[in-house]
């Protein structure tokens, strides 16, 4: 089929990245293309074949699979394909089959690769891997977005100088903004009712467009912090309305900027370190949601804003285990409590529940077991107190089962090896993850030690495991999306906790089971398992590169929520991302997908 070099330029000028040329730059890129009828059924490329270059849809359907053959996607018109393996050493990572007649447009690789070369927009597209975020970590170089305060309070300008200061008074707030008609007219001020009103002798019922300013000054929400610090210092004033397109959405005072500052995990740490009560540190865990907000504004990696979070509940649950033993006196033989699930992985984030255990020296006795579970009991309650809410599956330390001298602990692990029925796999995954928090924490080193070691020369146990880690999936639709949520309250979402990342903790169980490796944190053990050759390099940039996409997609969604005003959590819709966020999003899940079938198969990597 011959196709004229005008009617392939109009298409590229349709398709991102390549509506980012200039039409003179367009007809070159069209005139190296390489046009290709194939019948139905004919194969494109196979799995570790060199490539020819990339390849876009402009009529029929292609099937990609991977190397184990299970389906990946079925491309029809305007996809693109094969870009990954282009990146990746010019070898296809993927088999593609010309499922009808199908003509392709072909663009060799060297000028793909002189497009990726030469053009920003496409080096951006083709680029999965993680590109550093800019980094603006303190006040000054902070969006306003990320410091304003989105509930922004306010009145008429009917409204009476008495009731603005009641309002004002049982709102918490130092300041109204006045809206006539949507639109800000002015802003009233504690100051102004004290200064005007209160100072001049004017009557209560006087209406606040006498003492308010007039036409405040606003700043947009793409605004920096300096922009908000030189206003104030230079105008002499401690409130900006913040607006977008002349909607009100939000205001920044001097408090909000002196809380923008003092939020910081070393700050929450010390606060908790030195609180007498699990009340006062719930009022300090309540911040976490702003750190979260901070510090990925910030450009903080993942596995750094996971590894700070986690390390506020650390210090919680260490200051309520010392003073559950100012209440309950010397615990009668030493103990360790350890957490597992995402505290033990130390990945948590703004939305998390508590899974916990204590282990016990042996010796300890039938009425010295009392002891211990009124601890465990202080300590849940004072979690859940501090907003990490009680387990619902009950994995926590107030469950007998999980609170239990060293032996029983031994045995348990022994037994889920010897004998891994589904529940046995559940618990020895969950269990996998325990890291030791408070007490005698040399207690653990034996036992994960021993335990690895056991399993890890379990073949049985190990095949069980890779079984059950495979049950957690990426959300992938197989025509070019993603399968989301069909019913309920998400609805048309995707899952980011239990169809994002954890999949990929899952593989870094295994990993970590397969090699012995002791780290607890998922990105720690995949980085393990490529130095101990457990995952080839081109397989393991792959998986941590498309880690750190969906991990910091989940934070980036929280964060967004957070500053709506809203309760973090992980369920996303895909139509709030660009078009080129649903593209590297969906390839980070078919990397997720290729490397669990790989695991499946017993391989272990892509090659």
């Known amino acids: 089929m011959t196709i004229p070099l005008t009617d392939i330029s109009a298409f590229l000028g349709g398709l991102h990245p390549y509506d980012g040329l200039t039409e003179a730059e367009r ?77 392709l447009l072909m663009l060799p690789k060297m000028q793909f690769a002189e497009l990726i070369h030469d053009h920003q ?5 083709f680029d999965r891997s993680r590109t550093p975020a800019p980094r603006g970590s303190d006040l000054a170089t902070s969006r306003v977005e990320t410091i304003m305060h989105p509930s922004a309070y306010f009145c008429m300008p009917g409204t009476t100088v008495q009731d603005a200061a009641r309002e004002m008074r049982d709102r918490h707030v130092s300041c109204l903004c006045v809206l006539e008609d949507d639109r800000l007219v002015g802003i009233v001020t504690n100051r102004d009712l004290t200064d005007k009103a209160l100072a001049d002798g004017m009557a209560i019922d006087t209406h606040v467009d006498k003492v308010m300013t007039k036409d405040p000054f606003t700043l947009e929400p793409s605004a920096i912090g300096s922009d908000v610090l030189h206003a104030m210092m230079e105008r002499r004033i401690g409130h900006i309305p913040i607006t977008r397109n002349g909607a009100l959405i939000g205001i920044v005072t001097q408090t909000d900027l002196t809380r923008f500052q003092a939020v910081s995990s070393a700050e929450l740490v010390a606060e908790i370190a030195g609180s007498d009560s699990a ?27 996971t590894r700070l979070i986690t390390d506020v509940a650390d210090t919680a649950t260490r200051r309520l285990l010392a003073l559950a033993e100012e209440q309950l006196g010397t615990p009668p033989v030493p103990y360790l409590w350890a957490a597992c699930g995402s505290q033990g992985r130390q990945e948590q984030t703004g939305v998390s529940d508590q899974d916990n255990c ?14 211990f579970r009124r601890l465990a009991t202080f300590v849940c309650d004072g979690l859940n107190t501090c907003g990490y809410v009680y387990c619902p599956g009950d994995m926590m330390a107030t469950a007998d089962r999980w609170c239990q001298p060293l032996s029983v602990w031994r045995g348990y692990f022994e037994n889920w090896i010897n004998k891994p029925s589904p529940e046995a ?26 335990t690895l070691r056991k399993a890890s020369g379990n073949s049985i146990f190990v095949a069980h495991m890779i079984s059950n880690s495979l049950k957690h999936t990426p959300p992938l639709g197989l025509l070019r999306g993603f399968a989301t949520i069909r019913s309920g309250e998400h609805k048309n979402s995707i899952d980011l906790k239990h169809n994002g990342v954890v999949p990929i903790a899952d593989l870094g169980r295994v990993y970590a089971l397969q090699g012995q490796l002791t780290a607890f944190n998922t990105r720690a053990r995949l980085e393990g398992a490529a130095g101990a050759g457990l995952i080839s390099p081109s397989g393991a940039r792959d998986l941590l590169d498309a880690y750190d996409l969906i991990a910091e997609t989940r934070l980036q969604h929280q964060a967004r929520l957070v500053k709506a005003g809203e309760a973090p959590d992980n369920f996303m819709s895909p139509a709030s991302l660009s078009d080129l966020e649903r593209s590297h999003l969906r390839d980070a899940f078919v990397v997720v997908k290729g490397m669990q079938a790989a695991v499946g198969h017993g391989k272990g990597t892509l090659s």
């Open 27 to 103: 007809e070159t890129l069209a005139a190296a293309i390489e046009v290709q009828t194939l019948p139905q059924g004919a194969t494109i490329y196979r799995h570790g074949q060199p490539l020819d270059g990339l390849y876009i849809v402009w009529s029929g359907t292609v099937e990609v699979v991977d190397a184990n053959d299970i389906p990946v996607s079925i491309l029809g018109p305007r996809n693109s394909f094969a870009e990954r393996g282009l990146l990746r050493e010019g070898v296809a990572v993927t088999t593609a089959t010309a499922t009808e007649q199908t003509v």
């Open 425 to 450: 796999q559940m618990l020895a995954s969950v269990m996998f993850d325990l890291r030791p928090i408070g007490g005698d924490t040399a207690m653990f080193k034996d036992l994960q030690l021993d």
């Open 121 to 125: 927009v496409a080096r951006r597209f």
């Open 358 to 371: 204590l282990i016990i020296a042996d010796g300890v006795t039938h009425d010295q077991m009392a002891y």
């Open 279 to 305: 009340e006062e540190m719930a009022a300090v865990t309540a911040r976490i949601p702003k750190l979260l907000v901070q510090l990925v504004a910030a450009g903080n990696r993942h596995e750094v804003v």
